[in-house]
């Protein structure tokens, strides 16, 4: 198979050539090529909930909505994501952990599209504020026998936990994460510095969506953003829909550390779907509003949740003039890779496998035209 557009890097046109499963040429392309359509690493979405009706939280979910899920996703760019389970009970998200595991033992396609379950939860802060949506009644302080329950659930296949490293015993507990290939992430928390750095010295590498699920008001000079941001060994992740963060904190988060920042999405199951009102899998009353913010119902200002792709937030930037379309692009492509593998496996590389996207920018939009997964065409407009 040949794929001929503008290579996002350059914006000049190349071929590129895929045999079984890997980019098995890239030359230059002497043909007329539209100037819109761009060729661009699939995007890796570390944090994601669901998508366009499908509830990776929601008792009941199915292999197949896994599957489904998968190629919603084609549709988005996205060719590899982190399916991910938040607060719930012990029983619940053992459950939906194994539902997972089992559509990737049932689907070897989809399979290849899960990096890792991203467990967010139920080790964080009961604080209101950093805790979030997160229910109440289920929140703990880590417990690695239930860790270890989850994961034989979930056959291995949890590579990433978020956690507010407050708890006491959480220095064991990340020890015994790391030690087993588990990233840790800190993220809903209301930590203090001691504790921050306690938790990176045990191994945390991570901040889950910093910046979001904290108190409204905090200390001015010592608080946990700042520490989380200033820490050289942690990388961030943020969102970047537009609505979650005001623009001059992406700026900071981005400017502060270039190379360690990583787009996610945390769509939840109303992203993808037409703009109206919802009722949310905890119960409340959602509205999705024609901007593409989803919040309870009749107040604005209270966010319900991402209802975005991680290419709209790739797009966020670039229409913001934040970053060039190829450092946006990256963040959400490169950078996760980069940051599990320790290299992009993803690049558009001789060598790397086939997975990409061509996309076309029009008025301000990015729009998928074909999906390769693994050297195979998964979605085609
Ligand atoms: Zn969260």
């Not at 239930?146 to 507990?173: C, D, N, V």
């Not at 990256?330 to 990409?356: C, I």
């Not at 729009?367 to 050297?375: D, F, L």
């Amino acid at each position: 198979m040949i794929f001929k557009a503008l290579d996002y890097r350059t914006n000049l046109p190349i071929k590129l050539e895929v045999k079984g499963d890997k980019i098995y040429d890239i030359s230059v392309c002497d043909e007329r090529i539209d100037s819109n359509f761009f060729i661009a690493p699939g995007l890796v979405d570390i944090q994601l909930n669901g998508f366009q009706g499908i509830d990776l939280n929601q008792l009941g979910l199915k292999m197949t909505d896994v599957k489904t899920l998968a190629q919603v996703l084609f549709r988005n760019g996205v060719t590899t994501f982190f399916p991910t389970i938040i607060t719930n009970a012990v029983n619940a998200t053992h459950d939906l952990l194994a539902v997972i595991a089992a559509a990737c033992d049932a689907y070897p396609e989809i399979d290849k599209c899960i990096g890792g379950i991203h467990l967010e939860g139920p080790f964080l802060s009961a604080e209101e504020g950093p805790r979030g949506a997160h229910r109440k009644e289920f929140i703990q302080a880590p417990d690695w026998e239930l860790f270890s329950y989850w994961q034989k659930a979930a056959k291995g296949r949890i590579k990433i936990i978020t956690l507010a490293p407050e708890w006491a015993g959480s220095s064991i507990f990340i020890k015994r994460c790391v030690a087993s290939g588990v990233v840790v992430s800190i993220g809903h928390t209301a930590a203090n510095p001691e504790q921050i750095k306690a938790a990176i010295e045990a191994g945390a590498r991570m901040s889950t969506h910093l910046g979001n699920a904290s108190h409204a008001m905090l200390p001015r000079h010592i608080n946990y953003i700042y520490e989380q941001l200033a820490s050289e060994e942690l990388w961030s992740t943020v969102i970047a829909d537009g609505f979650h963060l005001p623009d001059s904190l992406l700026k900071i988060c981005i400017k502060a550390k270039p190379n360690q920042t990583i787009l996610i999405s945390d769509a939840t199951s109303f992203a993808g779907l037409p703009s109206g009102l919802y009722t949310g899998h905890i119960g409340g009353e959602v509205e999705l509003n024609s901007e593409g913010k989803l919040h309870v119902k009749n107040n604005p200002n209270l966010l319900a949740g991402s209802a975005q792709s991680v290419m709209w937030g790739v797009n966020q930037l670039v229409k913001k003039q934040i970053l060039s379309l190829q450092e946006a692009w990256n963040m959400a492509s490169l950078k996760p890779s980069a940051f599990f593998n320790g290299n992009a496996t993803n690049a558009l590389e001789v060598g790397n496998q086939a997975d990409f996207v061509i996309f076309k920018k029009e008025h301000n939009n990015l729009k998928v035209i074909k999906t390769i997964k693994a050297g195979e065409l998964v979605f085609e407009n």
